[in-house]
Structures are given as C-alpha cells and as structure tokens.
C-alpha cells in the first residue's frame, strides 16, 4: 500500500511538474483551452455537464512556460473552478463559494456623487455602475481582487480589496487635469452598451452640448437634441421639439424629476435649459422604463449641476445678445453644497439707443442646494424660475414662464436597498395685456407632485424599481380682465378644471445569461376630473355635428348642463402600461435589443399651430377628450467596431396613438369655455427606421444620424354619414419628416483651438394650401386642398464653430476661451411659412415665403475660475 502512495504521489508531481506554452485570445472557449493543454501533456480534463465548456475565456492567454499547478490556479480564479488529479486525468468541479456583498459609493473630489461610473472587477471581468446617487452594488465570491474604477475625465482609481465579509466602499476619483479639456476625444462614453436591454435612448453630456454650433453661440441642450436620429422641430424660431413623428405636447420633460410645461424661451431662439447648470439629459425615445409616464412620444430627463463640496468655482459666458454665470461650491465643507446659475438677455438695450421703445428680452434662474444628514440620508433641493417679456408699446404687453421647486430626501436602508422621496411644484403661466383694447388675459396649469421611487438590489443579475407617485393639477384656461371702465370686454373667467393623477409601478432589470438580458415592468396609473365645474350635455353625445348643406363641421348646440361640485368627480380613467425590452448579445461587440411599451397621456396642449405658441393652453382628459394611449413597437442592431472606436446603432420602429385630437376647420380654441365644440377625434401612426454611426475616439470625433419616417393621423366622423378629416383617410400629421439627417462633428486641431460643424437636413414639413379660388362680390375666395396634402421646401442648414484657448495648460485661477461660430454658413432661406395672399396692385394671387434666419455669425467669451 505504502508503495502504491508513493508511485502515485510521484506520478502526481511529475504532473504538476510540467510546462505549458499557451496564446490564445478571450474569444476562445474553456474547451478549446482544455484541448490545447491536452496537446501538451500526458493528461485530460473530466468535467460534468454543469461546467459550460463553451463560455469565452475572461482575459486574453499569454502563457509561456507555466507550470501545471499555477495553470489550474487561474481556472480556479478567472472561473471559480476546483480541481482533483487522479491519475492522468484532472476532474473539474464548479467551486461552492460563500459570497459576499461588495458595495459602495464613488464621489468626485468635491464629494460630488458620480452617476454612471463603472466599477471593474479585473479577475472576474464583471462590474457595476454608479447610480443617481452614486452608489453601486455587486455580490462576488470569497477573495481577493482588483477593481478598477473609471469615470469620463477622472484618472482610473485602482484598489485591491480582501473580500471575507460584506464591505462598504467610499471611493473617491481625482479630476484628470491633463486630459480635462480633450475629455470627450480621450475617453470612450459614447460606446453601445451592447449587453444592456435599454435601447431607444441617447445621452448627452454638458461636453457634447457645448460642442454643437448653435444660433449666436449660445450652447442650447434642446437644440442639441435636433441632430440625434428620430428628433425634429417645426423650424427656425419654433418651440418644442418632435419624436418619432410625436407632437411637442407628447414629450414628457423632467427638470430633476419635476414637469415642464414650457421648453423656450423667446418664441424657441433660446430653450430654458441653462448648459452650463446642466449636468446630463437623456432622451427616452422608446422601450421607456415604467417609473417614467403621463406622455406618449418621449421622456426627456434633465439632470441639473451638483454643487461643488468641497472648493469654490464660478463660470459663465458673455455672448451677443445674452450672458450668464454659474456659481457653486461649499456651505458647509464636505457637509453641504450649492449651485445657482443665471442667464439674462440684453438686445433690448440696443433698442432703447435707437429710441425703440419696444422691449424682448428674458431671464432664467437654476438652482440646487445639497445637505448630507449622514451617510446614509440626505436632502436636495433643486429650483428653476424663468420668465419671458414683451413689450411692444402702445400695442401689447406679455410675461410668461415656468416656476419650479424640487425637494427630495435620499435614503439608503442598506446596501441594497435605496428610496428618494420626493415633494415638487411646478407651473407655467402667461399674462397678456393688449393695451389698445384696456384688457388682459391670463391662463396657467399648476401641478403639485408627491413620489417615492425605491431601488432594490436583489442579486447581481437582478434589481428591482419601483415605486408610487401622485400629480394633483390645477388648470386655469383663461381670464378675461378689463383694464378699466372704458374697455369694451367685462370680466369673464372659463371654467377651471381640478385632476389628480395617481401611479405606482414595478421595474425589473434581469440577467438570464450572458448573453440575454431582460428589463420589463407594469405601470399602473389613473386620471380623475374634479369639479367645481357645469358640464354641458349634447344631443347623441356629440359636441361636434357635421352640416351636409354646407360640408362643414359645426359647433352643436348644448342641450342642458349637469353641475358638479367642488371636488365632485366628473370623470375618471385607468390604464395598465406593461414595458417590456430585451438584448441579445451576439458577442462582446454586438446584440440585437426589441421593446415594447405601452403607454397613457392624460393631458393635451390646445394647438393649432405646428409649433406651440406661449398662449397655448393645456387641458385634461373628460367627458368628451379621452386620454391617448400609446402601442410602441422596435428592434434594433447594435454593434461596436475596432475596439469601441466606432459604433453603429439601427432601430425599427412603429408606434400607433389612440386618441389623437385634431380640429374642425376653422376651430376658435381662445377663451373658448366649451373646446369639446372644435374637437374630433381620431388616431395616429408612425414607423421607419433610425441610423447612428459615431466615431467615438481620437481627434476626429461625432456621429452621423438619419432617419426614415412616416407619420399620419386618422381622423374619422362621428357618425357614418360624416366625412371626417380628409374623408376619413390617412394624412400626414404636422410633425411627418420623411428624411432627417444630422452630421455632427468635433476636430482637436492642437490644445488650443477645437473646430466643430453641424449639418442639418430635413424633408418639409406638412401643410396645406390653396388649389384654388372663386370670386364672390369682388373678392378672391381661397379653396384650400386636403389637409396636409403639401410642403414646404426643405429645410438644411451648415453651421460652423472655433473654439480658442489661449492657456489650455492653466488648471487654477482664470480660465478663459473664444468661441466663433457662423449659423447657417451658406445663407439658406429656410421657409418657416407660405402665405398666400393678393396683391394690392396687380389683383393676382402670390405665394409669399417667410424666412427668419440667414447667415449669422456669432462671438461668446467664456470662462471659470
């Protein structure tokens, strides 16, 4: 017996005695690595069917002469595999480790919470990402690693930790100066996250935005949303933007979780975002998670600066027409924080040198202030007030804007378990004087919000959302008030209008496999109409009735009214809105992702403008609007190419609307107290498909956008003998672009200047003119076609900039640098409209083009310090 241990003791060590010479690539598989050492000893390797033979290798293999013994050390590293030697054969089995919760928060040097840094754990080749908060989560066996940790314009953080027990990090990156500004042509953030479900979104940071040529210079986040694929607008000098052939009022926009009603400033020159106190946005396009609702185009979520808590720091910019500065720093070191940023315009003083009188200008104010209770707790306020005004004397006087006001308060249960509580109010509102008719208008939609959304951790590969919200809206469509006693209107208030919305949802992220990844949920939301408020009653229930004598819809004449009380219900709806989004990764480099979302909009913005006006009125779903519900549908492939520098998005998508309003020729939608009279009903569909080819490293970088589209409404007649809108047909909606193509790029020629370029090329927009006219009494009576069935020219554009640094070494002190920029370089007279009218000398009709913008060139000064 004794003899028998011997001979397999040295048999054993012979084994392990010998060498291996290996070189293979992280594309190979475990059975192709077993087969090569096979090769070159005198053993084989016996495993079970838990063992998948056929995963990638964690790392690239460079081996040259290892011995056996350190061979199978790293299998039981890389791939938690232990081994037994039995005679010449290795048994493999998978190892039964304990694991632990690695946890943790990564803060920037001003201990600033970084959102989306990724945590690398180099033996496994797994990791995590930051959230909101900054905190990650990830459950790893018995042992000691290697994290890596990374952050777009943070030096790599590199720590070595002993896992044994649970553990809780706090991680603090350093600011990489030398590379700060070249950050978005030395880092890669712009890669396809190929294994991530989410898909229908893109991203921009405060870096992109101020790299995109915009109008006098002014760095514009909503602007730049216009050269990212499936995103439009209604032209020059218009508010609002379009997604996926969706109206303006279908977006659903989030200042740091709180609504916005109103997106620009000065009729849509400037948008209402401040770059420089914004942190991040995200543009949720499609497969849109289920915390987010109440829209049924697009969620755009904004995310404002954190203050610095550390050090002080100013920056801003003086431009042509307007200027700005950003303030932020400690109030309390380490402790608590603010930021406040301001922009204002001027050009009105330009006015007055002349001895214009008239006035245009505007102002907005961004706040946040931060306040850490414990490690564990914390309390954030952000804040928003920007108002627009006009005066154009002895005609007319207007002011209107938002307000907004965000508390929250961040809980951390465990490290697993985070929740933010938020309480918010925001509203919009528009005062109007006419001055030469003694009377003023007003109208305002309020909302005040309570949420908690919880975030739960429960495994790696799976992590809970969810949570509960509620939205209490008060809208106020109009009041009429005269001046004084010599003003030919008295006094007239519409009927204001009470909602509340409540909605609670669940939100699963969920790795199956390697290679399949899942994210689905279910929101639950609900819409209550309250009185005080008289409702009037129509024959058949049609507010609207069709004239056959005339060929022409009509306002019906109310039969009775029913009067509700205050906080009596007048109507209620509810809706259950599944989510539902999957990748598939082919590899490492590419996947193919499919979505579908379902989704309810209780609010409408009266409109019969392309783009919405200011004096635009919202209002709720009731007796006579339903709500509209959206069916989302896309698949996507996506794929990085030479290691991440260039990446290729392409989405298909189809989309169909229920409830989609639309107006009766004609329709009369100011201080109308009865605005179910113009309305008719219908439907809408889009679909095409989305391209996004970016070249994300190196000097030259920026991305090329197109998209295919088509977008059409329905809008039926209430009764079979009633024709609808375009005899009940499809049409194109206003918002249809057929093709829309972005060409946006950035060049570091040297540290100090930086050149960039935007082109920009779009289909005309729908609209409908004459084909005709007749003669009545003198006078030249237009016919007018189908809706929609005409366009305007194409729209395109080329816009160039030059960014100057004098001193891009200095990292302290005063920092400045120039920015020229040229819009539209080539003088395009893009069309905003085309009015017919006849002319006064000739008597023959013409069509007249109104264009606002040529070329105009620009200069800003910006700096910090």
């Given amino acids: 017996m004794k003899y028998i241990t011997y001979c397999f003791l040295i048999f054993s060590l012979s084994t392990l005695s010998q060498e291996i010479t290996l070189s293979l690539n992280k594309t190979a598989t475990l059975k192709q690595l077993f087969q090569e050492v096979e090769n070159q000893t005198n053993y084989t390797f016996a495993y079970n069917q838990g063992i998948d033979v056929e995963q990638h290798l964690k790392n690239d293999i460079h081996y040259k002469a290892m011995p056996i013994d350190k061979f199978l050390a790293t299998l039981h590293n890389n791939h938690s595999l232990q081994h037994t030697i039995i005679g010449n054969n290795i048994v493999l089995k998978k190892q039964n480790q304990e694991e632990y919760l690695l946890s943790g928060k990564i803060l920037d040097n001003a201990n600033i919470p ?8 180099k033996e496994l080749a797994k990791g995590s990402v930051s ?19 990374s952050y777009l314009g943070f ?5 070595q930790i002993a896992l044994t027990s649970n553990k809780n990090l706090n991680l603090t990156m350093q600011a990489d100066d030398q590379t700060l500004d070249e950050v978005v042509i030395t880092q890669n953030n712009k890669a396809v996250a190929i294994k991530k479900p989410q898909m229908s979104t893109n991203s921009l940071t405060a870096e992109d ?16 949303l216009l050269s990212l694929p499936g995103v439009t607008s209604a032209g020059e000098m218009s508010s609002g933007f379009n997604v996926r052939g969706g109206a303006s009022d279908q977006n659903l926009i989030l200042l740091d979780g709180a609504p916005i009603y ?6 849509g020159f400037f948008s209402v975002f401040n770059a420089d106190a914004i942190h991040s946005l995200d543009l949720y396009k499609g497969g849109i998670p289920a915390q987010f609702g109440g829209r049924v185009s697009s969620v755009l979520d904004v ?28 109030i309390q070191k380490e402790k608590s924080s603010f930021s406040i940023a301001g922009r204002t315009s001027y050009a009105h003083l330009f006015l007055k040198l002349s001895d214009n009188k008239n006035t245009a200008k505007f102002y907005d104010i961004n706040t946040k202030l931060n306040y850490k209770l414990n490690e564990n707790n914390s309390l954030h306020f952000s804040g928003y007030l920007g108002n627009d005004v006009f005066d154009l004397s002895n005609f007319f006087y207007t002011i209107y804007g938002n307000t907004m006001g965000n508390l929250s308060w961040k809980h951390r249960f465990s490290e697993n378990i985070n929740t933010n509580l938020t309480a918010f109010y925001s509203d919009y509102t528009f005062n109007l004087k006419l001055t030469n008719q003694n009377f003023e208008w007003d109208n305002a939609i309020k909302s005040y919000g309570l949420a908690y959304d919880w975030k739960h951790f429960i495994t790696d590969n799976l992590q809970l959302n969810y949570g509960l919200a509620a939205t209490y809206y008060d809208f106020n469509p109009g009041t009429l008030k005269p001046e004084n006693t010599d003003s030919q209107f008295n006094y007239k208030q519409l009927d204001r209008k009470y909602a509340l919305e409540p909605s609670l949802y669940l939100d699963v992220t969920h790795t199956l496999s390697e290679k399949l990844n899942l ?3 279910l929101r639950y939301s609900a819409f209550y109409r309250f009185g005080a408020q008289e409702v009037a009653t129509y024959l058949n229930n049609q507010p609207v009735v069709y004239n056959s004598t005339y060929h022409i819809y009509e306002e019906a004449t109310p039969t009775g009214s029913v009067f509700y009380k205050k906080g009596e219900q007048i109507s209620s709806f509810n809706h259950l809105e599944p989510r539902v989004s999957l990748s598939y990764a082919v590899n490492d480099n590419q996947s193919f992702k499919a979505s579908y979302n379902r989704m309810a909009q209780y609010l409408h913005l009266l409109s019969n403008t392309q783009s919405p006006m200011p004096m635009n009125i919202w209002t709720p779903s009731g007796p006579f609007i339903k709500p509209q519900l959206l069916d989302q549908y896309a698949i996507g492939y996506f794929r990085n190419f030479s290691d991440k520098k260039y990446s290729l998005e392409a989405e298909w998508f189809y989309k169909n609307v229920q409830n989609r309003i639309d107006y009766i020729d004609g329709a009369d939608l100011l201080a109308n107290n009865n605005i179910e009279r113009v309305i008719l009903n219908g439907k809408a569909r889009a679909y095409g498909m989305e391209l996004l080819l970016r070249k994300n490293t190196g000097k030259l970088t920026g991305w090329i956008a197109y998209t295919l589209s088509r977008a059409e409404q329905k809008t039926k007649g209430n009764t079979p003998n009633d024709p609808g809108i375009a005899n009940g047909d499809w049409y194109l909606s206003p918002y249809d672009k057929m093709h829309d193509l972005s060409i946006m790029t950035s060049y570091a020629l040297n540290k100090k200047w930086t050149l960039s370029a ?32 005409n366009k305007l020219p194409a729209y395109h554009h080329l816009d160039i900039a030059a960014t100057y640094t004098p001193k891009p070494n200095k990292n302290k002190g005063w920092q400045s640098s120039w920015t020229f920029s040229i819009y539209n370089l080539y003088n395009r007279k893009n069309a905003t409209s085309i009015r017919f009218t006849t002319n006064e000398n000739t008597g023959y009709n013409e069509a007249r083009r109104l264009s606002i913008f040529g070329i105009l060139p620009s200069i800003s000064y910006n700096f910090k310090f």
């Fill in 209 to 224: 935005i101020k790299k995109i040529p915009v109008a006098l210079g002014e760095a514009d986040p909503l602007k730049s």
């Fill in 155 to 159: 030096k790599n953080l590199e720590q």
């Fill in 758 to 789: 935007n082109f920009a090329l779009q289909s005309g927009q729908p609209v409908t003119f004459p084909n005709g006219y007749y003669e009545f009494a003198d006078l030249h009576i237009p016919n007018y076609a189908s809706r929609n069935e």
């Fill in 131 to 149: 959230d909101q908060n900054g905190y990650f989560s990830i459950r790893l066996p018995r042992g000691n690693y290697h994290l890596i940790i």
């Fill in 303 to 330: 995310k404002q600066q954190t203050g610095d808590y550390q050090n002080f720091h100013a920056n801003g910019g003086i431009g042509l027409i307007s200027s700005r500065l950003m303030l932020e720093g400690p």
């Fill in 519 to 521: 994210r689905y949920g």
């Fill in 262 to 267: 109103n997106d620009s400033h000065m009729f």
């Fill in 114 to 121: 970084l959102i989306g840094a990724n945590i690398y754990v």
